[in-house]
Structures are given as C-alpha cells and as structure tokens.
C-alpha cells in the first residue's frame, strides 16, 4: 500500500504532512493531476471524501484525483504522495469510498462526491 493512502487512513488529514500547506491544498493537487490524465485516460474525477478522524471525533476533508485507464480497468487513487490501485472497476463514488473504506474499517468514509 502506498504512502498516499497511508497518511490518510492512519493520521488523517490535517494531522499529516499536509498540516504545513495550505488548507485545501490537496484540491488544487487533484485538479492540476485531473487535467494531466485528460486524453490519458478513459475517465478521471477529482473525489471529495468526509470522515470522521479517529484522533480527534471531528470531521475531516480530502480530495483525491480516481481515474481508470482502460476501459472496464481497475479504479486508481491518487494524492500528492503518490497512488493506489483499488479492487473496484466502478466509476460510482459511494462504491469508490467503500474499496477505500475495506483499507481502513476503522475510520470510514461517510460522504464521497465528484467535484464537477
């Protein structure tokens, strides 16, 4: 598993290294990679995903580009430290989140949405 996923599923966003950047900063992260994978790739969203942290009980934010390759391919994940391959080949966001949520049980995802 790569460290991108790591930070958030253990420390959860701000706790991480994004805690020195600027807030929503992962956002412009997303969007800027969003626009490299167009015409790379068959589809790719920017994916804004809420959670309740683990540390403090509060809500919390992040946004990640997900894209597929090929056609009918596996979902990919990405953040500014890098990216994850997901089981799922749906393009839905809610079962995006839940492929997210089997890597981390204890803190679930509670709200994913694409960002139009």
Known sequence: MRRCIIIFLLYC???SSFCERLPNDCAII???ANAQLTGA???SQVMK???ISVIDGKIHGHVLTVWQVH???VIFVYDDD???DLKTHSQNAVE???ELNALNPKQPIFEAKFIQ
């Open 13 to 15: 966003f701000p706790y």
């Open 96 to 98: 995006i989140a839940s």
């Open 82 to 84: 890098g990216t994850v």
């Open 30 to 32: 997303a969007t800027q």
């Open 49 to 51: 995903i809420l959670f």
């Open 71 to 73: 056609k009918d391919g």
């Open 41 to 43: 790739a068959v589809w």
